[in-house]
């Protein structure tokens, strides 16, 4: 379509008692961000999006990869919150590390491995950037990660993976999870 091309909205204003729906309302459209694996590009300014493992929604990572991602929204914020919904990798080889700002050398906030599959969890950053970084080794590949990040006006709060607890010793049980049976 032409940019300049002049669209119209219907809005239906049915109501299940047939009296008519009027007053005013407000409609917010916003520009598309698609979701990104990760090693396809370098990163994104945006500040809402979905970044995937390298194989996508529906296939599994490869071996021997290492890429990184780095989130730096345009937008003024105070935090960026990452959001892990799906999250399955290889138990003690292959990780996804957080970065607290654009690269590798910057402080670290979080590590994953795959002895928190299936846990959906959260991380915050409160630089201007994030990056995230996925190393997998040459072994055994597995259905991967899915993360959101967004962007805050808020400071960001307590209660993120910062917060790791130290094992000292294994079998580690805690809330009735357990490392047993995990390399």
């Not at 091309?5 to 309302?25: C, H, K």
């Not at 996925?134 to 709060?157: I, K, M, R, Y």
């Amino acid at each position: 379509r032409d940019p300049n091309e002049v669209l119209f909205i219907r809005i239906n204003d049915y109501s299940a008692t047939l009296t008519p729906n009027s007053g005013t309302f407000q409609l917010c459209i916003t520009e598309y961000v698609p979701p990104y694996n990760i090693g396809s590009v370098a990163g994104s300014t945006s500040c809402i999006g979905t970044l995937f493992d390298s194989g996508g929604p529906t296939n599994n990572y490869s071996n021997n990869e290492n890429y990184t991602f780095q989130i730096c929204p345009a937008n003024p914020h105070q935090c960026i919150e990452l959001y892990f919904t799906d999250f399955n990798v290889e138990s003690g080889a292959d990780y996804i590390t957080i970065y607290n700002g654009p690269d590798t050398n910057s402080p670290i906030l979080a590590r994953a491995n795959g002895a928190m599959a299936g846990q959906a969890f959260r991380v915050q950053a409160s630089a201007p950037c994030v990056t995230v970084q996925f190393t997998s080794d040459g072994f055994v590949v597995a259905p991967g990660f899915e993360l959101h990040w967004q962007c805050s006006n808020n400071p960001c709060s307590d209660g993120s993976l910062s917060d790791i607890t130290n094992i000292n010793s294994l079998p580690f049980i805690r809330n009735n999870l357990t490392t047993c049976d995990h390399a």
